[in-house]
T-cell receptor, first 112, second 114 residues
Framework: DAKTTQPNSMESNEEEPVHLPCNHS???????IHWYRQLPSQGPEYVIH???SNVNNRMASLAIAEDRKSSTLILHRATLRDAAVYYC?????????????FGKGTLLTVNP | NAGVTQTPKFQVLKTGQSMTLQCAQD?????MSWYRQDPGMGLRLIHY???????DQGEVPNGYNVSRSTTEDFPLRLLSAAPSQTSVYFC?????????????FGPGTRLTVL
């Protein structure tokens, strides 16, 4: 599985935008970029995913670099409820596509 | 829909005891899986199933058994508990397990083995 690198932690203030980076320099042409987050004492929940184009949904936006070696999850207005560990995950449709390979993720702290 | 449910929420075992962690989903999902999460680490896949009667091993299957007799249920059995199995266990399901499917996770079972 291609590897991802994320900062261990980030801090933000409430109602400000947050940009969570992820590096994946060994990404293959068929790997999808997925983001999940895990709120304290809960199971992970899906946030967003994409392949090449930027993606938006009600929770967040995903900006993918043109060379696909990095991506950024954007929370447009952080709330206290967004405090969580955010995981950037690559999924290969050619290989074993059942598994989500979780790294250590980025712990996001949101200050009131 | 209740989504993915797990029981119990907490469990303490002694070394050598056996037990079954329960997982159920009411979304008619074909794919179900079990992960464990150790402190400060990401989740690791234990076993998964792509449908009733079909199971396969993940990356850390030793010491665990699974079966899938119905679409709804996917229990995880610890055969002889060891302190190394102290962890938080998450069950997940998705429609097919394929690339674009969202995986839905249960709230977890916190297991301590003394």
């Amino acid at each position: 599985d291609a590897k991802t690198t994320q900062p261990n932690s980030m801090e933000s203030n409430e109602e400000e935008p947050v940009h969570l980076p992820c590096n994946h320099s060994t990404i293959s042409g068929t790997d999808y970029i997925h983001w999940y987050r895990q709120l304290p004492s809960q199971g992970p929940e899906y946030v967003i995913h994409g392949l090449t184009s930027n993606v938006n949904n009600r929770m967040a936006s995903l900006a993918i670099a043109e060379d696909r070696k990095s991506s950024t999850l954007i929370l447009h207005r952080a709330t206290l409820r967004d405090a969580a560990v955010y995981y950037c995950i690559l999924r290969d449709p050619v290989g074993s596509n059942y598994k989500l390979t979780f790294g250590k993720g980025t712990l996001l702290t949101v200050n009131p | 829909n209740a989504g993915v449910t797990q029981t119990p929420k907490f469990q303490v075992l002694k070394t050598g005891q056996s037990m079954t962690l329960q997982c159920a989903q009411d979304m008619n999902h074909e794919y179900m899986s079990w992960y464990r999460q150790d402190p400060g680490m990401g989740l690791r896949l234990i076993h998964y199933s792509v449908g009733a009667g079909i199971t396969d091993q993940g990356e850390v299957p030793n010491g665990y058994n699974v079966s899938r007799s119905t679409t709804e249920d996917f229990p995880l059995r610890l055969l002889s508990a060891a302190p190394s199995q102290t962890s938080v266990y998450f069950c997940a399901s998705s429609y097919s397990g394929r690339l674009g499917d969202t995986q839905y996770f249960g709230p977890g079972t916190r297991l301590t083995v003394l």
